[in-house]
């Protein structure tokens, strides 16, 4: 009985020895006549072979984050490849660079520059944020008339606008201040000192949250409504509760494009949003007071430069924040 069974055994061993060697030899034979690589569509049609599906994606992608210049803000192509696995005879070529090159060919590439405007009016095109911020600068030393009403505005066209230089901008957007004939007037001593700060109807009197520099306005903004504005500051930057409050957000990561970000809640229906911080120093719960830091300016989320974004709402509404600050 014994002896059956270790027949058996035998039998069964020599048969499986057998399914592996076959099994290695024609697995040896095909790594001998094809190779395994990818298999590249683009809209339904083959373009050609890539050895590398990983390293052929992340070129695509870098390109369409960065373009092939410094003018170039990202390039959009809406037509990406598609990859399958196959094998294929070992003397047929890969052809990544043709690939790369019919994939990004339709791309349309967009140029991101600073317009510089006046009531919303763009005025003229500066090449970066510093320009347009020294330009801004130098209007506010020299006490123009529209100097409340300029602001930089972030742009992103298929088209770079013609460029003007800081000195030149300075020149064509400065306004003379009318000038004034100064009286005097005798006052009692009982009169009070009128207050410059802008009054609300809603029942509280915000302060600035950061000190900075408006780059983007509350309203329309590359085809979307823009619900608060953008103060332009260093990152680091302190950022201040507009007014006393509970926080009822702190959250990090991308939040919908608002990155890193803070609501507090002032009763009534009113709150106000900071977005796109570096660091969060409030906790939810947290009640904070009017002026103290609960955060720092950063560019986390959908940003491409350090800011606060700023919006005030009332019952879920969003409101212009420069009727309460700024």
Known sequence: MLKKVLSKIRTYVKVLILIILATLIILSIVALIYKPTYQVSLNGELIGYSRDKSELQSKINNYMENGNSEDIAFVQINELPEYKMCLLKKNIEY???EIYS??????????????????????AYVKNFEEAENVVSKL?????????????SEKYDTSLKEFTDVETCVSKLYEEQPKTVVTTTKISK???????????????DFINPVSGT????????????HKGIDIGA??????????????????????????????ISHGNGIQTYYAHCSKLYASVGQSVAQGEV???????GRSTGNHLHFEVRI??????PLNYTY
């Not at 408006?214 to 409504?225: D, L, V």
């Not at 260093?234 to 957000?249: E, N």
């Open 95 to 97: 052809n990544d660079d």
């Open 102 to 123: 019919k994939v990004i060919e339709k791309g349309v590439p967009y140029y991101k520059y600073y317009a510089l405007t006046i009531n919303g009016e763009e005025k």
């Open 140 to 152: 506010k030393e020299k006490n123009s008339k529209n100097k409340d009403t300029l602001a930089i």
């Open 190 to 204: 009982t009169n009070t000192e009128v207050s410059t700060k802008k009054s609300t109807n809603i029942g509280i």
């Open 214 to 225: 408006i780059t983007s306005r509350f309203g329309s903004r590359w085809g979307s409504s």
């Open 234 to 263: 260093p990152k680091g930057t302190s950022i201040k509760a507009a007014a006393s409050g509970t926080v009822v957000v702190s959250s990090g990561g991308y939040n919908g494009g608002y990155g890193n970000y803070i609501i």
């Open 294 to 300: 609960i955060a720092a300016v950063g560019s986390t």
């Open 315 to 320: 019952n879920g509404v969003a409101k212009n």
